[in-house]
């Protein structure tokens, strides 16, 4: 299956979305923290990011994980980087 690609933000909102429509999430009212996704080699699915520590998640790391692999399946990081600098119009070097 080809993946689309995200960005990390869309990839942490995604993830984000997943976990709080969670039936036990939900009846908890737990706040779970989605760190930002980093960029690895590929792993044997294609899939070339992962998340790790996720906050207030004790309890609820089977959902954690689904929503995670979940998104994992559909959608890849952005590895398109831009240069900070560029956002203050300075030359780069």
């Given at each position: 299956m080809l993946r689309k690609t995200r960005t990390a933000s869309q990839l942490q909102d995604e993830v984000?979305?997943?976990i709080e429509r969670a039936p036990e999430v939900i009846e908890d009212g737990v706040k779970i923290r989605v760190p930002r996704p980093q960029?690895?080699?590929?792993?044997?699915?294609?899939?070339?990011?992962?998340m790790k520590n996720f906050g207030n998640a004790i309890g609820f790391d089977r959902t954690v994980d689904e929503a995670l692999k979940a998104v994992q399946k559909e959608y890849n990081l952005s590895e398109d980087t831009k240069d900070l600098n560029s956002l203050f119009g300075d030359p780069k070097g």
């Open positions: 984000r979305r997943r960029l690895q080699e590929p792993d044997a699915s294609g899939c070339n990011w992962t």
